[in-house]
């Protein structure tokens, strides 16, 4: 069970975990050293103290003070390749939804989008650091076509091309996507008493609507099993 007192499996848990939040296994010395430095700007980054000096990034990472310029040549290099570590993890996580509505007759547009947004919603409460960077890197991502955005951009692109959504303006979407997104995230930590799959779903249906799709087929996406159950 979860902090928002939803049940999920324990082996779905601990690879959302592993995934979300484990530095890779089996690498050498080296790059044990630079995964912990990021691992360590991920927690900053979190926190929003991305202003302190290297000397507390390398304390923060359990590595000598001098390991960080084998790797980084300044803390904005740093701390942009830690923000590139959560796009990845959540890229990776996405991939599971994507692979669940893509099997079988093709691409089924509106329980990609729908699903992806419900992992990210889950993902929120399971993985509150990645969370974290996400809500702080929202706008660069955005402005960069980085992380999820660009999963966001070509899905709402394939669902109008599809007629499946019906918008008038189709980057305007996007960024009510990216926002509605975030701002699920900041609720849901500023609320640990809510649940976060009812309340992902709750929001869930409000952006179908948005996109245009007709409540019955919001009703056959919003059930359809999740990747971890």
Not at 86 to 100: I, Q
Request: net charge negative.
């Amino acid at each position: 069970m979860t902090d928002s007192g939803t049940t999920v499996p324990q082996d779905s848990i601990d690879w959302l975990t592993a995934l979300l939040t484990a530095a890779p296994e089996g690498v050498g010395r080296r790059e044990r050293t630079r995964n912990a430095l990021l691992q360590a700007g991920l927690t900053l980054i979190a926190a929003g103290e991305t202003e302190v000096p290297v000397l507390a990034i390398t304390r923060a990472a359990g590595v000598s003070n001098g390991s960080f310029y084998n790797f980084f040549d300044d803390k904005q290099q740093f701390f942009d390749e830690a923000a590139e570590v959560a796009a990845e993890r959540f890229a990776a996580l996405l991939d599971r939804g994507d692979a669940e509505a893509t099997a079988g007759d093709g691409p089924d547009i509106a329980a990609m989008v729908c699903t992806n947004f419900r992992i990210i919603g889950r993902a929120h409460r399971l993985a509150p650091v990645l969370s974290k960077v996400l809500i702080h890197r929202a706008a660069d991502y955005y402005s960069t076509g980085g992380g999820f955005i660009s999963r966001v951009r070509r899905d709402v692109a394939t669902g109008v091309d599809a007629g499946v959504f019906r918008v008038s303006d189709r980057e305007g979407v996007v960024g009510t996507l990216v926002g509605a997104t975030v701002m699920l995230g900041a609720r849901l930590h500023d609320h640990p008493d809510l649940d976060a799959a009812t309340t992902t779903d709750a929001v869930a249906r409000d952006v179908l609507r948005m996109l245009g799709v007709p409540d019955d087929e919001a009703d056959r996406v919003l059930a359809l099993p999740l990747p971890f159950g």
